[in-house]
C-alpha cells in the first residue's frame, strides 16, 4: 500500500457520519491536508529558523535577510511541494492529468494566495484600522475559501469532465 493509499484510508476512517451531515468528503480531506501541510510548516519553520538559519542575519550581497525572512524563503518550497502532493494524492485524488499541468496551475493559486494575503492585511490593517491579529485571522478565512475554489474548480479539477 502507497503512502497516499493509506493517507486516503485515515482520511475516511476519519470522515464519520456526524461530519458527512455538514461537509462533504472533499472538503474534509482538504481540511485535513491543510492542516497538516501548516503542522509541517510550523515544524520545518521552528527547525530551519533555529538549526539551519541559527537566528542569524544572512548577507546576500546586495541584500541582507533577516532570519525569520530567511527561514520563510526556506520553508516555503518545501511546504509548497507537500501541500501539492497531499491536494493531489489525498484530498482531490485527481491523478489521471499531467502532473506538469497541476504543478503549474498549484503555482498561480499560490501566487493568487500570496496577493490575496497581502491586500487583505494591506486593507484591513491599513485601511480599516483593524488590529494586526484580528486582521490576520480574517484574511486566512478569505485566503482558505479562496485556496479551496481555485483547487476544487481550477488546480485539481477533472478535464474530461468539463466537456461532457
Not at 468528503?25 to 482538504?30: C, I
Not at 501539492?84 to 503549474?104: E, I, P, S
Not at 493568487?112 to 486566512?140: A, D, H, Q, R
Request: hydrophobic residues 50%; proline residues 3%; aromatic residues 16%.
Amino acid at each position: 500500500m502507497s503512502i497516499s493509499q493509506c493517507l486516503v484510508k485515515c482520511v475516511d476512517a476519519l470522515y464519520i457520519p456526524v461530519v458527512r451531515r455538514f461537509i462533504s468528503r472533499e472538503l474534509f480531506g482538504y481540511g485535513l491536508c491543510g492542516g497538516a501541510n501548516m503542522l509541517l510548516d510550523t515544524l520545518w519553520y521552528f527547525l530551519l529558523y533555529h538549526y539551519v538559519v541559527c537566528e542569524r542575519f544572512i548577507n546576500l550581497g546586495i541584500v541582507v535577510m533577516s532570519p525569520h525572512i530567511a527561514s520563510l524563503c526556506l520553508v516555503f518550497p518545501i511546504t509548497f511541494i507537500t501541500g501539492f502532493w497531499l491536494n493531489r494524492n489525498v484530498a482531490f485524488r485527481v491523478t489521471h492529468l499531467r502532473t506538469q499541468k497541476q504543478l503549474f496551475r498549484y503555482a498561480l493559486s499560490v501566487v493568487g494566495s500570496i496577493v490575496i494575503n497581502y491586500l487583505c492585511m494591506k486593507l484591513f490593517v491599513e485601511l480599516f484600522n483593524i488590529w494586526p491579529t484580528p486582521s490576520k485571522m480574517l484574511t486566512t478565512v478569505i485566503s482558505v475559501i479562496y485556496s479551496f475554489l481555485v483547487a476544487r474548480y481550477f488546480t485539481f479539477v477533472d478535464d474530461s469532465k468539463k466537456s461532457m
